[in-house]
């Protein structure tokens, strides 16, 4: 039997604590375990597997994500199977910090513009419940006629771009400044909506995006830059870790994928992370 190799880089986008780090500690896991159908099947463990391990063993025992590093040059590399075919997987964990300054200072260093320039695949995490929307109509009013609830407030809060500006606004004009450097070939984007356990269930990620992001989800809609989109529902831990309540319930589970949720209709949902890397690395 012929076996087709492939390489596939895919990078990883998303704001600080928009569940890029809890996504690659659920799949480091996943891919090491049979405990649910997969997609994807992991061929050979990465020559380098000490932050594989720690994501994997961080996540499995319920304990926060740390941030990642500003510096970090962290990365997990796997080689998965499907069928026969076989990819050669590579995906830096850049810390959210790297991308809000991208978009307040608007400069790539050279490695991360090597990297683009070698990749058509992007994934773009955004946090469902860390959100930063646009004043309503009727707050503009209220403040424009001076009876904003804070006008006893002698205290200005001082703008800050990455703080203040809607989250909808950085999302587009960073997937704008990533399109420029990627490979020009069938560009595809991933949308990964993280934390999905925090929204009733039946609630589609396309119907989210339409009602808390609609500028976003027009901009999509549009495919001005990217060739092929897909939106992902994902909660890639189960649920909370705020309360050690919280923690006992997803420690209970006796197979720990099987915490894991992903949905695209809000109806059917699976546990296989992989299957939005192989909708982005297979032609």
Same mark, same amino acid.
Request: contains cysteine.
């Given at each position: 039997? #012929?076996? #087709?190799?492939?390489? *596939? +880089?895919?990078?990883?986008?998303?704001?600080?604590?928009?569940?890029?780090?809890?996504?690659?500690?659920?799949?480091?896991? !996943?891919?090491?375990?049979?405990?649910?159908?997969?997609?994807? =099947?992991?061929?050979?463990?990465?020559?380098?597997?000490?932050?594989?391990?720690? %994501?994997?063993?961080?996540?499995?025992?319920?304990?926060?994500?740390?941030?990642?590093?500003?510096?970090? $040059?962290? +990365?997990?590399?796997?080689?998965?199977?499907?069928?026969?075919?076989?990819?050669?997987?590579?995906?830096?964990?850049?810390?959210?910090?790297?991308?809000? =300054?991208?978009?307040?200072?608007?400069?790539?260093?050279?490695?991360?513009?090597?990297?683009?320039?070698?990749?058509?695949?992007?994934?773009?995490?955004?946090?469902?419940?860390?959100?930063?929307?646009?004043?309503?109509?009727?707050?503009? *009013?209220? &403040?424009? /006629?001076?009876?904003?609830?804070? +006008?006893?407030?002698?205290? #200005?809060? +001082?703008? /800050?771009?990455?703080?203040?500006?809607? $989250?909808?606004?950085?999302?587009?004009?960073?997937?704008?400044? %990533?399109?420029?450097?990627?490979?020009?070939?069938?560009?595809?984007?991933?949308?990964? !909506?993280?934390?999905?356990?925090?929204?009733?269930?039946?609630?589609?990620?396309?119907?989210?995006?339409?009602?808390?992001?609609?500028?976003?989800?027009?901009?999509?809609?549009?495919?001005?830059?990217?060739?092929? &989109?897909?939106?992902?529902?994902?909660?890639?831990?189960?649920?909370?870790? #705020?309360?050690?309540?919280?923690?006992?319930?997803? !420690?209970? =589970?006796?197979?720990?994928?099987?915490? &894991?949720?992903? $949905?695209?209709?809000?109806?059917?949902?699976?546990?296989?992370? $992989?299957?939005?890397?192989?909708?982005?690395?297979?032609?």
């Amino acid at each position: 039997m #012929n076996i #087709n190799h492939q390489e *596939a +880089k895919i990078i990883f986008c998303g704001l600080p604590s928009s569940g890029k780090t809890s996504f690659l500690g659920a799949l480091s896991y !996943l891919a090491e375990n049979d405990e649910v159908d997969k997609d994807l =099947e992991l061929v050979v463990l990465p020559k380098e597997r000490l932050f594989f391990n720690e %994501l994997a063993d961080k996540w499995v025992s319920c304990e926060p994500m740390l941030r990642t590093k500003i510096s970090s $040059t962290d +990365k997990i590399e796997m080689t998965l199977k499907k069928c026969d075919q076989r990819f050669f997987i590579e995906m830096p964990d850049l810390s959210g910090e790297t991308w809000s =300054e991208l978009w307040t200072e608007h400069q790539m260093d050279n490695q991360l513009i090597s990297f683009l320039n070698e990749t058509s695949c992007v994934i773009f995490f955004i946090h469902v419940d860390e959100l930063v929307v646009p004043m309503s109509i009727c707050d503009e *009013a209220s &403040i424009i /006629k001076g009876e904003s609830a804070d +006008k006893d407030n002698d205290h #200005n809060t +001082k703008w /800050k771009p990455s703080e203040h500006t809607p $989250t909808q606004s950085i999302v587009i004009d960073l997937l704008r400044k %990533l399109s420029t450097q990627l490979a020009d070939t069938n560009k595809k984007l991933a949308i990964v !909506l993280s934390a999905w356990d925090m929204l009733p269930d039946g609630t589609a990620p396309i119907s989210f995006l339409e009602k808390e992001l609609p500028l976003l989800s027009q901009y999509l809609n549009c495919k001005f830059d990217y060739d092929q &989109i897909e939106v992902f529902g994902v909660s890639a831990q189960g649920g909370s870790l #705020n309360t050690q309540e919280n923690q006992e319930i997803l !420690l209970s =589970e006796d197979e720990p994928s099987k915490r &894991i949720k992903v $949905t695209q209709d809000g109806v059917e949902y699976s546990a296989d992370l $992989t299957k939005i890397l192989s909708w982005l690395v297979n032609e």
